[in-house]
T-cell receptor, first 115, second 110 residues
Framework: SQQGEEDPQALSIQEGENATMNCSYKTSINNLQWYRQNSGRGLVHLILIRSNEREKHSGRLRVTLDTSKKSSSLLITASRAADTASYFCATDGPLNNNAGNMLTFGGGTRLMVKP | NAGVTQTPKFRVLKTGQSMTLLCAQDMNHEYMYWYRQDPGMGLRLIHYSVGEGTTAKGEVPDGYNVSRLKKQNFLLGLESAAPSQTSVYFC?????????FGPGTRLTVT
């Protein structure tokens, strides 16, 4: 079973709008990461937030983490057509045994940004 | 640096055939991973390695074997392919929390 579940599964917005994606997970974590996957390509790391952090920024990306609710959100501001991709959250539990930095991925949110 | 590379990019197998997927990384990473991604789903971990000569099972290891004879290479083998193994396979490597992914191998088993 998957540790993380993204919501919504698909999102369509106009260029310039903000896009918000949510991720929920089931067990305790050390950190949570967000990755982007363009169609037919491998995943690319976007941002990592540790369990003792509540918010993190990177360019147009803003990630929040609420460990009490076991949830995270990824906000992309002022979206561009080039942001069209699938976005996945990944947690370092429950498979992680501190001997491999293993990640468990959610099912992803497919984002389409219309020009 | 090439990063993480995978060969082949595409492959079609008949049920019962065998094949090996090769993953290579030039970043001197200790950790390497094999995932599969099925349509509309996230990645599921098949096997992983924490260093040269070591391998371990992930979430969905059945039907697959792996070897890590050299630090830079991680091989994924299918001894007797089944239609359920039709998927896109991704290799990744890491030295800490962030993982670096290859471009994927699209495998179809008929």
């Amino acid at each position: 079973s998957q540790q993380g579940e993204e919501d919504p599964q698909a999102l369509s917005i106009q260029e310039g709008e903000n896009a918000t994606m949510n991720c929920s997970y089931k067990t305790s974590i050390n950190n949570l990461q967000w990755y982007r996957q363009n169609s037919g390509r491998g995943l690319v790391h976007l941002i990592l937030i540790r369990s003792n952090e509540r918010e993190k920024h990177s360019g147009r990306l803003r990630v929040t983490l609420d460990t009490s609710k076991k949830s995270s959100s990824l906000l992309i501001t002022a979206s561009r057509a080039a942001d069209t991709a699938s976005y996945f959250c990944a947690t370092d539990g429950p498979l992680n045994n501190n001997a491999g930095n293993m990640l468990t991925f959610g099912g992803g949110t497919r984002l389409m940004v219309k020009p | 640096n090439a990063g993480v590379t995978q060969t082949p990019k595409f492959r079609v197998l008949k049920t019962g055939q065998s094949m090996t997927l090769l993953c290579a990384q030039d970043m001197n990473h200790e950790y390497m991973y094999w995932y599969r991604q099925d349509p509309g789903m996230g990645l599921r971990l098949i096997h992983y390695s924490v260093g040269e000569g070591t391998t371990a099972k992930g979430e969905v290891p059945d039907g697959y074997n792996v070897s890590r004879l050299k630090k830079q290479n991680f091989l994924l083998g299918l001894e007797s392919a089944a239609p359920s193994q039709t998927s896109v396979y991704f290799c990744a490597s890491s030295y800490s929390d962030e993982q670096y992914f290859g471009p994927g191998t699209r495998l179809t088993v008929t």
